[in-house]
């Protein structure tokens, strides 16, 4: 069983901390975006890392 954060939903396949459960393997995460952010399109997870 993956070591998944049940806290952190996920459904970006190619990155390194995805889990097939649809969750992050890591604790935290780091979440940003533009500065005139009016909804979750220009928010992203500047924790992402590609998968090798």
Do not use: A, P, W
């Not at 996920?10 to 952010?37: M, P």
């Amino acid at each position: 069983m993956s070591n998944i954060n049940g806290s952190i939903k996920c459904t970006i396949s190619n990155c390194k901390h995805f889990d097939k459960s649809n969750y992050c393997k890591l604790n935290t995460i780091s979440v940003g975006g533009d500065c005139s952010c009016t909804d979750c399109k220009g928010t992203e997870c500047r924790s992402f890392q590609i998968n090798n």
